[in-house]
């Protein structure tokens, strides 16, 4: 098995079993074609996520009770804070292949597409972010370049990465590994890492995102996003919501 700390990234195989996967992937399916419905062009050009599941805009009141149970069990909690002891939730995210069955995946890190080039190098330092991918049907994976959560780019990951001197960010990365998925498996990676989608098979996949407390972040948590005081009252560990809620209370 790989090694978070080392590599990036660690697979649990069959975390989830069907029974817990049954309620969240109708959850995810009911917010998924509203979200169609709200963003046709989009979707329909070039669209492979979408985010912010926990929002009140595409779920009813009880959907979104159960999907902030869903996340915030302990068994999923435990394993979070194993990696992050001291972690927060931040956002969720639905990742679908994309209408174009020619549009081509992509080499990216997260942070490139806000910060510069010398802060992306500082952000693998810290604070840390993490992906928890839960496949809702099997699925071809991500492929990494493993340890890249520590380590910047070489000359070619670089090139590739921002399409520089004829290169294309769907080219293909020696160093490459793929982690191909099955439903139920549990995906931890780091969003500092060089990574790109593997699209095919109708992929669904949730990702719930949780990083360190730490102030720089906050701005990419959205107050609609998070549980009420009643649905807390109703979660088996709000740990990770409560650090989030006392962070921006204090700001």
Not at 34 to 39: E, G, R, V
Not at 95 to 112: G, I
Request: one cysteine or more.
């Amino acid at each position: 098995m790989q090694n978070f700390n080392e590599d990036g990234y660690q697979t649990f195989k069959k975390f989830f079993n069907p029974t817990e996967l049954e309620g969240v992937r109708g959850i995810v399916s009911d917010f998924h074609q509203s979200w169609i419905k709200d963003n046709q062009v989009f979707y329909q050009e070039k669209a492979v996520n979408s985010a912010y599941l926990t929002n009140s805009r595409y779920l009813t009141p009880r959907q979104r009770t159960e999907l902030f149970q869903f996340i915030a069990t302990n068994k999923l909690m435990s394993l979070v804070g194993s990696i992050l002891p001291k972690g927060m939730f931040m956002n969720t995210q639905l990742f679908f292949d994309p209408v174009n069955k020619q549009q081509k995946n992509y080499w990216h890190r997260d942070p490139q597409y806000h910060l510069s080039l010398d802060q992306q190098k500082a952000a693998l330092s810290g604070p840390e972010v993490i992906h928890c991918r839960i496949p809702l049907v099997d699925e071809p994976g991500i492929e990494f370049i493993p340890a890249s959560h520590k380590n910047w780019d070489t000359e070619e990951e670089l090139k590739v990465r921002l399409e520089q001197d004829g290169c294309r960010n769907s080219d293909d990365l020696l160093m490459a590994e793929k982690v191909k998925l099955a439903a139920g498996d549990l995906l931890v990676f780091s969003a500092n890492m060089i990574h790109r989608g593997l699209y095919g098979n109708d992929r669904l996949a949730l990702d719930i995102l949780f990083c360190e407390v730490d102030p720089k972040l906050a701005e990419f948590i959205s107050d609609e996003c998070l549980p009420s005081a009643e649905i807390l009252s109703e979660l088996e560990n709000a740990a990770c919501f409560e650090a989030c809620l006392r962070l921006k209370e204090g700001l």
